[in-house]
Each structure stands twice: as structure tokens, then as C-alpha cells.
């Protein structure tokens, strides 16, 4: 006995580097390991060729098939985005900079041709009251300055600005893009992961011959439609990974996901979702992520949605 498995051990040795190195692994030789471990194993190229060769494609003795390792399944998900609509509110640090800047450019600006000619009409209106100037013989304009002024001020007090509070505000309708105006929405979809019900990017499986960005392109199409979209860059712009319940796994084999997020913005209409291919889905803020989002994916998530608001602030 002892000496039949010092024999397959010196086999195994022969063995161990490119089984370790592959994506095949021997039961059968499994509990020699420790075996192994205890004597040389010197193995020239051309030998690792053929153990390569082997192990790749050939039986074990007594009939066994050689296990392969579990993989993992590439994803392509879209962050798809509804920019902000309307201006958002400033804070207390920008009004107070912004009625600088204002001041700065009031005490610095020169006179406007409305503010010339209301200066003028004063200075004649003065001149006709102390009689210097005959009211016969100045023919000025029917309609002066001040009175542009009026009609101007009586024209502003009827101007209303509308309610940037929409009725899905009001109700709460997280359904639709048209609510939250001033701040960026995120499109969210619920599907299944085994048992469980996930909120999560639209994404797909990507399939062999296209780009990870095609397939994120797919994924927002397949959600929806009618809205002009433009995706940014060809590379992701996140990455996440997760492992699927033991149900998921013994039906696809896989261990899990991998997903790579790419980002996209809605630049005109309103994205009408497919109903028969989406259950649920939420147009939510930042703020909002963490109420549907799980911690880790939330995480992965923020690192660039923070950082496109940094930059989008900077440029602004």
C-alpha cells in the first residue's frame, strides 16, 4: 500500500505545477498532496507541454472526467442618468458670492444706453421747471424712459415662476423621471437572484463577440425606449462582483457575476419603460440609493457618482 502511493506521488509530482497552473483538477489525486510536497519535482519545458496537453484532454485511468473550475459570468449594467432639469437652490455660500460678484460688477459697469437716456430726461425735466427750456420748442419722445420703465416693473409683477414640484413629488411616484427637477435621477430596475428579488442597474450577460459597452448599450435597451441616450466612453467606469445563491449556482454553473458599469445620460425625452421587461423600477436621487440599494453594491456605485458630481460642480 505504502508503496503504491509513493509511486503515484512521484507521478503526481511530475503533475502538481500545471494542475495547480490549470483549470482542471483530479479528485482521485487529491489526498496525495501532502505526499507530493515531500519530494522534488524537476520538470523540463517540454514535459510541461505534454502535462499541459494531457491534462487538458485526457481521461484518468480507472475513467474518471476531470473537474473544471467553476467560472465567472460577465455583466454589462448602465448608469443610466436624468440630468437636472431646472437650476438647483444655491447654499448660503454661493448666494452670498454670487451677490458679490454682482456688487463687483455694478460699482465697476458703465452706464446703459436706458440708463443715458433716463439720466437725459431728468436733466431737460429739471432745465423746463427752472425755464430754460421752452416746452413748445422741445419735441421729445411720446413715450420716455421712465415710462419703459413702468410698463417694464407692471410687466415683471404679473410674472409667476412655476411650481418645481410636480404631482410624483407630491405623491411620492418614484416611477417616473419627471420628479426631484433640480437633482440628477439614477434608473434602478428589481429582478431576481434566485430566491431574492435585488434592486440593481439594468444590466445584461454579455455574449461572446461584442463589447462590454455593447452589451450595457443592450441592457438600456432593453429596459426602455424613446428618449435620446449617449453613453461616455468605451471603458467602464465601476466595477462590482458578486456570487450567486447555491440555486443559481448549480443551475448556471457560475460562481457569480462580474459587472462593469458604464455611465449614460437621457439628453432629450422622457425614457418609456418596457413593462414586459422590467417588474419594478425606481428613478431615485443619490440620497435615495441607499434605500434600495445593498451596502456593497451602493459602495461601488458612489466612488464615481460622487466624483461626477465633484466634477460636474467644478466645471459649473
Known amino acids: 500500500m505504502a508503496t503504491s502511493l509513493v509511486k503515484h506521488a512521484k507521478l503526481f509530482c511530475r503533475l502538481h505545477t500545471e494542475i495547480y497552473s490549470s483549470n482542471v483538477i483530479f479528485e482521485s489525486i487529491k489526498p496525495l498532496r501532502k505526499i507530493c510536497h515531500n519530494y522534488p519535482c524537476p520538470v523540463s519545458v517540454n514535459q510541461t507541454l505534454a502535462i499541459r496537453k494531457f491534462s487538458s484532454h485526457a481521461k484518468l485511468e480507472h475513467g474518471e ?42 460699482e465697476n459697469s458703465v452706464l446703459s444706453d436706458h440708463e443715458i437716456q433716463l439720466k437725459s430726461e431728468r436733466q431737460k425735466m429739471e432745465q423746463k421747471q427752472r425755464g430754460e427750456i421752452d416746452e413748445d420748442e422741445d419735441s421729445g419722445n411720446l413715450l420716455t424712459a421712465q415710462d419703459i420703465e413702468d410698463l417694464a416693473a407692471e410687466e415683471l409683477n404679473k410674472f409667476t415662476t412655476a411650481n418645481i414640484t410636480t404631482e410624483a413629488d407630491k405623491i411620492g411616484d418614484k ?28 444590466h445584461m450577460e454579455h455574449v461572446e463577440g461584442e463589447s462590454l459597452r455593447q452589451t450595457a448599450e443592450r441592457a438600456a435597451l432593453q429596459v426602455g425606449s424613446g428618449a435620446k441616450v449617449t453613453f461616455f466612453g468605451n471603458a467602464p467606469i465601476g466595477f462590482y462582483k458578486y456570487k450567486f445563491p447555491k440555486e443559481v449556482k448549480v443551475q448556471t454553473g457560475a460562481i457569480g457575476a462580474k459587472v462593469f458599469f458604464f455611465r449614460a445620460k437621457v439628453l432629450q425625452g422622457q425614457v418609456s419603460i418596457h413593462k414586459e421587461a422590467v417588474d419594478e423600477h425606481v428613478w431615485v436621487s443619490k440620497e435615495e440609493m441607499k434605500d434600495y440599494l445593498v451596502p456593497a453594491y451602493l459602495e461601488s456605485l458612489l466612488k464615481f457618482i460622487s466624483l461626477d458630481d465633484v466634477l460636474y460642480s467644478l466645471s459649473h
Open 175 to 202: 416611477s417616473t423621471s419627471h420628479r426631484k427637477l433640480s437633482e440628477n435621477l439614477i434608473l434602478l430596475i428589481r429582478k431576481d437572484v434566485g430566491k431574492q428579488k435585488v434592486w440593481m442597474l439594468p
Open 65 to 106: 472526467e476531470p473537474v473544471l473550475r467553476p467560472s465567472w459570468k460577465l455583466m454589462g449594467a448602465v448608469c443610466l442618468e436624468r440630468p437636472p432639469i431646472v437650476a438647483t437652490e444655491m447654499n448660503a455660500i454661493e448666494q452670498n458670492y454670487k451677490d458679490m460678484v454682482q456688487s463687483l460688477e455694478f
